[in-house]
């Protein structure tokens, strides 16, 4: 089956930048989504691109694809405490399903 | 989101017991999915529902299903809980689109932790 690669751990200080990165092996993959779980809490979707684009910005979110590598990251800019939470990567692909990376545990330090 | 509720939050049971975990909508949404949540897996499709009359197996159907009572509700069942059943259940939501893309942005309730002792 289709596969959606992240590391698992992030540790950044407060208002440096965050770079989460992902790689999937979908080469069909329509979209792709980042989201976010706070403790205790559901998926909150952060953002998307489409897969025909290259950037997206979106305030402090910048979404990078690279469709030959299979590569998706998403930068955080001036990072706070309150953006620590797992991220989630996902891409959409054939059937219009979801498959989700295993997330990124972001740790912001003061 | 709160359009999403999911009952119960939290729930402990014993290895053979029969549980229910429940999912209600608001959103007015076609779709509605279940997932399990183990950490380092990230999220896993277990069933899902495009409509009242439709039910399909996700990637780890095995041991659980699903009914779709209403298109406002859609029900998890483990028919005998096992301890590799612990894990934290999600219901999702989305819309009906076209090919693809954010129309079709799923949307997730709070979550259910279950522990199978």
């Known amino acids: 089956g289709e596969d959606v690669e992240q590391s698992l751990f992030l540790s950044v200080r407060e208002g440096d930048s965050s770079v989460i990165n992902c790689t999937y092996t979908?080469?069909?993959?329509?979209?792709l989504y980042w989201y976010k779980q706070e403790p205790g809490a559901g998926l909150q979707l952060l953002t998307y691109?489409?897969?025909?684009?290259d950037m997206k910005q979106d305030q402090r979110l910048t979404v990078l694809l690279n469709k030959k590598d299979k590569h998706l990251s998403l930068r955080i800019a001036d990072t706070q405490t309150g953006d620590s939470a797992i991220y989630f990567c996902?891409?959409?692909?054939?059937?219009?399903?979801?498959?989700f990376g295993g997330g990124t545990r972001l740790m912001v330090k003061p | 989101d709160a359009d999403v509720t999911q009952t119960p939050r939290n729930r402990i049971t014993k290895t053979g017991k029969r549980i229910m975990l429940e999912c209600s909508q608001t959103?007015?949404?076609?779709?509605m999915y279940w997932y399990r949540q183990d950490p380092g897996l990230g999220l896993r499709l277990i069933y899902y529902?495009?409509?009242?009359?439709?039910?399909n197996k996700g990637e780890i159907s095995d041991g659980y299903s699903v009914s779709r009572q209403a298109q406002a509700k859609f029900s998890l069942s483990l028919e005998s809980a096992i301890p590799n059943q612990t894990a934290l259940y999600f219901c999702?939501?989305?819309?009906?689109?076209?090919?693809?893309?954010?129309?079709?942005?799923?949307?997730f309730g709070p979550g259910t932790r279950l522990l199978v002792l």
């Open positions: 999702a939501t989305s819309d009906r689109g076209t090919s693809g893309g954010v129309w079709e942005t799923q949307y």
């Open positions: 979908d080469s069909s993959s329509t979209y």
């Open positions: 959103k007015g949404h076609d779709r």
């Open positions: 996902a891409e959409m692909g054939a059937g219009n399903m979801l498959t």
């Open positions: 691109i489409f897969s025909n684009m």
């Open positions: 529902s495009f409509d009242v009359k439709d039910i």
